[in-house]
């Protein structure tokens, strides 16, 4: 990265916290600069450069923890290690994009949905969660990497299946963390789902959550709305 430090301050690498897929998930941000370029403290969203170095050596098949980025100088860890949480299906360095100004996506997500297939994130009933994240320049806003993700199956750290509910008797967490909405033990689940209804791919982003939940019994619904804004199904609840 060319840029003059003495005009603006220390280069640091930053974790862009925001919406893209998951809730508690990261976009990461590569040569980020700090307001406050007399600091030399590091904080709780910085990511270190052999961290960010460590992306290049990622490869599809390789995995991740369940936020993405571990402790250490690492990226991708072993598959079989515990704390594998998401298998690399894809993954992209320069890819020509440009990140949208608060790093929560893309300008255009249809690249997104080009490399990551047209059903990344969304909540279709019994798929296996997906998602995507990216390396980015903060200053200049140019992608460096950009890359797709499958749960390999492991429950979340709220003890969550990654699988979107299905079937009536399956529950879930409403109060989640995460964008993506699973299956939990019904003891630990705050939703008790009495129907799932599929919304056709063609109608996700138009999708009437009032109208389509009048097929419901039950006291209440809760259209599962993915990171782009779209309904693929409605969960009729007790």
Do not use: H, K
Request: proline share 5%.
């Amino acid at each position: 990265m060319n840029l003059n430090t003495e005009t603006f301050g220390p280069i640091r690498r930053l974790l862009a916290v925001g919406g893209v897929a998951l809730a508690g998930t990261v976009a990461l941000s590569g040569c980020g600069i700090l307001e406050d370029a007399a600091s030399d403290s590091t904080t709780g969203n910085e990511v270190s450069d052999e961290q960010v170095d460590a992306v290049a050596e990622a490869a599809a098949g390789d995995c991740l923890p369940e936020e993405m980025i571990s402790t250490g100088d690492t990226f991708a860890v072993d598959c079989s290690d515990p704390t594998a949480f998401w298998t690399i299906t894809a993954i992209e360095a320069d890819p020509g994009l440009t990140a949208a100004s608060d790093g929560s996506s893309l300008t255009d997500p249809q690249p997104i949905y080009d490399m990551c297939g047209e059903e990344v994130g969304a909540q279709v009933p019994g798929a296996t969660w997906t998602d995507w994240s990216m390396v980015y320049d903060q200053t200049t806003l140019d992608v460096n990497y950009i890359f797709c993700v499958e749960a390999n199956g492991v429950p979340s750290t709220e003890g969550v299946t990654p699988t979107v509910p299905a079937n009536a008797g399956d529950c879930t967490l409403t109060s989640t963390m995460q964008w993506n909405y699973g299956t939990i033990d019904c003891a630990a689940g705050d939703a008790a789902i009495l129907d799932v209804i599929e919304v056709p791919q063609a109608e996700w982003a138009t999708a009437d959550v009032d109208t389509i939940a009048m097929e419901c019994t039950g006291s209440s619904y809760m259209g599962a709305e993915d990171q782009f804004g779209r309904t693929a199904s409605v969960f009729c609840l007790e």
